[in-house]
């Protein structure tokens, strides 16, 4: 008789998706040359970076029993990201993703996650998780664009977080090279329904939400019991809205060298203050400050700040500590 293993320890955060390797060219994947790994995943992007500041959070997910695979859980760990309710899948392997810097702060993603290991997530593996009751359930619209059995999943996780209690954060995270708008809005509506908090880039409001007027969208979400709506609008920063009311955050200045990352790092600072119990507007702060730290060096998260680097954002630019 097996034993039956011990429940999860509690996090602040919980997060699931797929995360992949994720290969960087400088120029055309066709014309060859260097490239270098490194992890690749909006949730995991988003787990890094409340980890660097201190949260706790637990990323669940499949990985393949593989090189690749490895490498993301040595990664995450590395990362101070809770992986105890990973599953390594022996019969698929873990998806790649090849990034192709195409013009100055303009990249191109090429998949090869199609029957990956982290497609195959199925609602037991996120039980355990869920069980060890999160004060945040963290999801993002690309996990249901995997697959039947990924949508089904976050569907229940989204559900069943609201049951018990447990907020859930909802980013749109639209991917147009995964599914279709119609298809996509027919399951992102319903997991927006979910949420408490929705963020959505300005383009991808209208796949949660009837309309192309704004303020009519946010109403409606409203309605259907969403908090907060956070608009994410890249170089021109954000706005949240909640009750009605309408709080704009500029962007931090700067220089941008890579913008791939960006609006989950963003995500990351607006939990991370939200966690804080920080007002709206230091929500919306802190989430541009993320973004701006991930804008200013190459990878999806390596440049993500700690705690005590967040004040570097009202440093004068060319200033050195010394």
Do not use: C
Not at 212 to 232: N, Q
């Amino acid at each position: 008789m097996s034993a039956i293993p011990p429940p999860l320890t509690p996090v602040e955060v919980l997060t699931f998706g797929e995360t992949m390797g994720s290969l960087r060219a400088a120029g055309p994947v066709r014309l060859g040359g260097d490239m270098s790994m490194s992890l690749g995943g909006a949730e995991t992007n988003v787990a890094i970076g409340l980890a660097r500041l201190g949260h706790s959070v637990r990323w669940t997910g499949r990985l393949g029993d593989d090189e690749v695979g490895v490498f993301a859980l040595r990664t995450l760990r590395a990362e101070n990201v809770t992986t105890d309710a990973v599953v390594i899948d022996p019969h698929r392997t873990t998806g790649l993703m090849l990034l192709e810097s195409r013009l100055s702060g303009v990249s191109r993603a090429l998949y090869y996650r199609r029957s990956s290991a982290g497609s195959a997530l199925t609602v037991s593996d996120l039980e355990a998780s869920l069980e060890a009751a999160p004060h945040i359930l963290h999801l993002t619209g690309i996990t249901p664009a995997l697959s039947p059995e990924a949508a089904d999943a976050a569907l229940w996780a989204a559900s069943e977080a609201r049951r018990r209690g447990i907020l859930v954060s909802f980013d749109v995270n639209y991917r147009s090279k995964l599914w279709d708008p119609a298809a996509a809005s027919s399951v992102l509506t319903r997991l927006a329904g979910f949420a408490e908090i929705v963020i959505a880039s300005d383009d991808e409001l209208e796949l949660v939400s009837p309309g192309t007027d704004e303020e009519y969208a946010v109403r409606a979400l409203h309605e259907r019991g969403v908090r907060d709506v956070i608009i994410k609008r890249g170089a021109d920063g954000a706005t949240g809205w909640s009750g009605g009311v309408a709080i704009h955050q500029g962007a931090v200045p700067v220089t941008a060298v890579d913008t791939v990352g960006a609006g989950d790092a963003f995500t990351a600072g607006y939990l991370s203050a939200l966690l804080d119990g920080d007002p709206m507007e230091a929500r919306l702060q802190r989430g541009a400050v993320l973004g701006a730290f991930a804008v200013a060096a190459t990878g999806d998260w390596e440049n993500l700040p700690t705690r005590s680097e967040l004040a570097l954002a009202d440093r004068t630019a060319g200033s050195t500590i010394r």
